[in-house]
């Protein structure tokens, strides 16, 4: 394993230690329990809006806080489930009298420790579960896992907190983003958590992960390695049998990046991923490409395709000024 760290135990800290000076015009690091809040606390009556989970996937959830996204981020250790006492103290730190809405991605150990969270908080909560993972199936015995199509949710509900949505308007509007959201991923290499020191699985030198989740886990099926276009033909064709887009119908399409895939690559997936859907009278309208939801240094990447409508792109579209995320500002 060869990694840029002084410790396995204290990368964690000294990571957002470095966030937290690189973008402190922006955000605030509480150091125990971990959280990051807006350094500019929204107005007195907005619905503030937290996700979390573990790290691993920078730049979510803590390059995502910021002006019409996030107002706080509860990181965990690596691939770990941030703690109860870390999302009730961001939450008590960032509560202005309008309630608090939890972005939750749908892995068992974060669905977990937010609902005793949730339990624990004295004011009006709603949460969102992310669950846009499409290579499992609907009826999965834990659910779909929830992966690159939380920052879509967070990115359109945050616009609409920010334009003073109530919480139950926020929670119905993440519920409805999360529905029109599908994403699967491929992985060309395992991914190396510096606590465990090797490769989480393994992967031949000829061989693809199709359907990875963003844990360092094993796809749904091993496949020999074979060209992008067939890489991509078989992401789109399972997001496409799952959201059945019509003709005329507008996406956002997103193309994220695990880690270790270089933007040449990812941009030349975007191009055929377009296509695919351009094919069938689907219109691309936004775009966003790059490493969001990552996972630690895994080469591989994920598609991901939003339906929208006129109000989603308008959210969509709307100011937001984050670390990793930012226009209109």
């Given at each position: 394993?060869?990694?840029?760290?002084?410790?396995?135990?204290?990368?964690?800290?000294?990571?957002?230690?470095?966030?937290?000076?690189?973008?402190?015009?922006?955000?605030?690091?509480?150091?125990?329990?971990?959280?990051?809040?807006?350094?500019?606390?929204?107005?007195?009556?907005?619905?503030?809006?937290?996700?979390?989970?573990?790290?691993?996937?920078?730049?979510?959830?803590?390059?995502?806080?910021?002006?019409?996204?996030?107002?706080?981020?509860?990181?965990?250790?690596?691939?770990?489930?941030?703690?109860?006492?870390?999302?009730?103290?961001?939450?008590?730190?960032?509560?202005?009298?309008?309630?608090?809405?939890?972005?939750?991605?749908?892995?068992?150990?974060?669905?977990?420790?937010?609902?005793?969270?949730?339990?624990?908080?004295?004011?009006?909560?709603?949460?969102?579960?992310?669950?846009?993972?499409?290579?499992?199936?609907?009826?999965?015995?834990?659910?779909?896992?929830?992966?690159?199509?939380?920052?879509?949710?967070?990115?359109?509900?945050?616009?609409?907190?920010?334009?003073?949505?109530?919480?139950?308007?926020?929670?119905?509007?993440?519920?409805?983003?999360?529905?029109?959201?599908?994403?699967?991923?491929?992985?060309?290499?395992?991914?190396?958590?510096?606590?465990?020191?090797?490769?989480?699985?393994?992967?031949?030198?000829?061989?693809?992960?199709?359907?990875?989740?963003?844990?360092?886990?094993?796809?749904?099926?091993?496949?020999?390695?074979?060209?992008?276009?067939?890489?991509v033909d078989h992401l789109t064709n399972a997001i496409d049998q799952d959201?059945?887009?019509?003709?005329?119908?507008?996406?956002?399409?997103?193309?994220?990046?695990?880690?270790?895939?270089?933007?040449?690559?990812?941009?030349?997936?975007?191009?055929?991923?377009?296509?695919?859907?351009?094919?069938?009278?689907?219109?691309?309208?936004?775009?966003?490409?790059?490493?969001?939801?990552?996972?630690?240094?895994?080469?591989?990447?994920?598609?991901?395709?939003?339906?929208?409508?006129?109000?989603?792109?308008?959210?969509?579209?709307?100011?937001?000024?984050?670390?990793?995320?930012?226009?209109?500002?």
């Amino acid at each position: 394993m060869k990694k840029i760290i002084n410790g396995v135990e204290s990368l964690l800290e000294e990571s957002l230690n470095g966030f937290a000076k690189a973008h402190e015009d922006i955000i605030e690091f509480n150091h125990q329990p971990h959280f990051v809040s807006r350094k500019q606390k929204a107005e007195s009556g907005k619905v503030v809006l937290i996700s979390g989970g573990g790290s691993g996937h920078e730049p979510l959830h803590t390059g995502l806080v910021g002006k019409g996204m996030l107002d706080a981020a509860c990181p965990g250790q690596i691939f770990t489930s941030p703690t109860p006492d870390q999302m009730l103290a961001a939450a008590e730190a960032v509560d202005n009298s309008s309630g608090v809405l939890f972005i939750v991605k749908n892995y068992a150990g974060d669905v977990m420790n937010f609902e005793i969270a949730a339990e624990m908080l004295d004011c009006d909560h709603e949460t969102v579960l992310v669950c846009d993972d499409v290579s499992l199936p609907k009826d999965h015995s834990t659910g779909r896992r929830g992966v690159a199509g939380t920052l879509i949710v967070e990115k359109i509900v945050g616009a609409a907190a920010e334009a003073g949505a109530t919480l139950s308007e926020c929670k119905a509007l993440g519920d409805r983003v999360n529905n029109v959201t599908a994403s699967m991923g491929v992985a060309l290499t395992s991914c190396t958590v510096p606590a465990l020191g090797q490769p989480t699985f393994d992967i031949g030198a000829n061989e693809i992960e199709m359907g990875v989740g963003i844990h360092g886990e094993r796809g749904r099926e091993p496949m020999d390695l074979t060209s992008a276009s067939n890489i991509v033909d078989h992401l789109t064709n399972a997001i496409d049998q799952d959201l059945n887009p019509q003709q005329g119908q507008k996406v956002l399409l997103h193309i994220n990046g695990f880690g270790a895939t270089p933007l040449m690559e990812l941009y030349l997936m975007y191009d055929l991923a377009a296509h695919y859907w351009q094919q069938r009278g689907v219109e691309v309208v936004r775009s966003l490409v790059g490493n969001y939801t990552t996972s630690l240094d895994m080469a591989g990447a994920s598609i991901t395709l939003t339906l929208l409508d006129d109000e989603l792109i308008e959210l969509w579209d709307a100011p937001v000024h984050t670390a990793n995320l930012r226009w209109g500002c």
